[in-house]
């Protein structure tokens, strides 16, 4: 065997540990942009969105029909300890929903009043970006923040991430908690939840596929004094009734500073 | 030479451990005879999204597939390889014309030992549980 001297011996470890760094850098540069893509930040085809009106959802009949229809849509339990509440669209203190616009002068009745609050749809959502398996991800054609329960784990990283509180967590069998019919069937044939999964509001995924409206809009809608509480549209689209509300009214979104970018709107 | 007895006991005890999980299975399966489950199959239907023999080897299999296709990528629509097209929807499919799941998924399953975890959320045709 071909004996080598030290002085060559080093220089050829010196270059192999050289070489492999670089190579390593460049890998981690190479994965870390391939990984940005996929958490589906940034640019959407179209984006989904909504706009409720503080003024007629002040209203309690209004409120509690987007509310129960929203749970018999999605088969959602009605847990009353609030440590295990499930909520998709509910209801919030005003000081609570906006704590940047309260200051100490406003009056009770503004502070305590009630908002209509869900999950806002983000533009930049940080829940999508700390999903450790991609169960929640943001539809690129639509801008719809979904949930597959297929693959959640469990972790609750995106209900820490939330800054809205708009995720709840299936502490136990939820299916006990579900209404059900004279005959024990469920209202819908939406597939309840199982323990151990979070969920949240899917601005009605599996009726827009149908080409409905979200229920909780169909069903302010239909009520006498609740036309147009909640309008529902595509801000890609220059026509749609969201964006002439948007562009003639002066709407607000919850914690802007965040940087979230929500598209639940607020006229106020 | 006295061991003997205690030798054969022992090996005796260690041949009934190991053959446990072939006896016991077969012990467990001893109230039927054995033979593959009946299946009720639907009535008014002619032919599933695929043949029998198909569905029977790769139903998990296309099921796996439809929920991926639905749910991450919005796919709705299964065009099955004799050109029809279906839904991709476990519930408005698939119980559309199995409706009873008991006499025909559940009790193949029950057979098979394999326990699929789909019933724990998805629901009936009309909303049973």
Redo the contacts between chains.
Sequence with gaps: MEKKSRRTFLKETAGAALGLSCGGSILTAACTTSGEGSHGEGSVESQWAMVIDTEKARNPAVREACMEACVREH?VPRIDDPAEKIDWIWEEEYQHVFPDQVHDHLPDSVKEAPVLVLCNHCTNPPCVRVCPTQATWK?E?DGIV?M???RCIGCRYCMAACPYGSRSFNWRDP?QFVD??AQ???????????RGVVEKCNFCAERL?DGLAPACVEAVNQLPGGEGALTFGDLSDPASEVNRILSSQRTITRRVALGTGPNVFYIV | MGDKGKILFGLSVFVILVTFPFWSRLAAAGDSDGSRPELEYPADATACVEDTPYMTVNHMNLLNEW?DDL??D?N?EYISSTGETYLKSL??TCLDCHENRDDFCTSCHDYADVQP?CW????T?????
Aim: a positive charge; one cysteine or more.
């Design positions: 088969n539809r054609e979904m597959d329960m297929h299916r059900t019919d024990g069937n469920f209202h819908s044939e939406y597939p309840t939840r199982t596929r | 929920r749910v991450r919005g709705p519930t408005k975890t724990e959320c998805h629901t045709k009309g909303g049973g549980a």
